[in-house]
């Protein structure tokens, strides 16, 4: 396919190389970072979509992303797809899809998960919202770029799905690394603590694949000092976005909003918003009960 690549950074880079390295053709244009090897250099973004049988975009946030689709939707084909893997609010993929369809366009939101990591190797899982044409047009990118793609349904439903995944996310994460520092305190050594619970009834992705403890558990950002493999203000992004749209759908989520609350101090007042979202652990273990 000839690709139009908009947003080149942590994410799109290494997803615009595995793309070029499966043999498409890529055109490439971030306002900040440069194209990767093998993927062209536009001037505009308009410019990455002239042509373009599809164009990918991996964007900050919802206003930037309709700025963009404003850009480069009146310049696409007719049934191109403008396909988003940013994450941002239910909102604006659903507002964005509707201007796409205005332009004779198909559109596809589908944010990531699995991180800077992930999409180097070629292994994030894809929650996609769009018709389930413009999913099959899009569904051989996925398997380049991930592996796995999931159609959630109409469109909107992918940030839906990221949303709600990484409300669960930040949420465990916290009792995770609550856990750990309340061993501590009870003389429970962690590596114990790890052995019971990667193998009961707590058993959790923070815990036997991400866990924050270093030295225990698979190898994590914690064994590196927490530089991030999805920092902590990504987390308050993303636990914002599941609040908003929970205040939208009138959905009672208790622990979302805690968890939004605890991070947002942890980002905002304390300053660790560079740090791995796992970085909590440290910050509980030098607490006292409040």
């Not at 659903?94 to 596809?108: F, I, M, N, T, Y």
């Not at 929970?246 to 009672?252: C, G, H, L, R, T």
Request: aromatic share 6%; hydrophobic share 45%.
């Amino acid at each position: 396919m000839k690709v139009g690549f908009i947003g080149l950074g942590n994410m799109g880079a290494p997803m615009a190389a595995n793309l070029v390295a499966a043999g498409h053709e890529v055109t490439g244009f971030d306002t900040v970072a440069a194209c990767p090897d093998g993927v062209a250099s536009a001037s505009t973004a308009a410019a990455a979509a002239t042509d373009a049988d599809v164009v990918l975009t991996m964007l900050p946030n919802g206003a930037i992303l309709k700025s963009v689709a404003s850009e480069v939707l009146p310049v696409m084909s007719k049934g191109a797809v403008l396909l988003d893997c940013s994450t941002v609010d239910v909102e604006s993929a659903r507002a964005v899809a509707e201007q796409a369809s205005d332009h004779g366009c198909l559109a596809v939101d589908a944010p990531v998960s699995g991180g800077i990591g992930g999409a180097a190797a070629g292994t994030l899982t894809f929650m996609a919202g769009g018709s389930d044409e413009a999913f099959a047009k899009t569904e051989p990118l996925f398997d380049i770029m991930g592996q796995k793609a999931v159609h959630c349904g109409p469109s909107g439903n992918g940030q839906a799905a990221k949303i709600c995944n990484n409300m669960i996310l930040g949420v465990t994460m916290i009792g995770t690394c609550e856990a750990f520092a309340l061993a501590d305190k009870l003389g429970l050594d962690r590596q114990k603590l790890f052995d019971v619970v990667s193998t009961s009834s707590g058993y959790s992705w923070t815990m036997n694949a991400y866990c924050p403890a270093p030295g225990v558990g698979p190898t994590s950002p914690a064994d590196n000092d927490y530089t991030p493999g999805f920092a902590a203000a990504l987390m308050l992004k993303d636990l914002r976005l599941s609040q908003q749209a929970a205040e939208a759908a009138d959905a009672d989520t208790p622990m979302g909003q805690a968890a939004t609350a605890l991070y947002e101090t942890f980002v905002e007042t304390e300053g660790q918003g560079d740090k791995d979202f796992s970085a909590m652990l440290p910050r509980f273990e030098s607490r006292r009960r409040s």
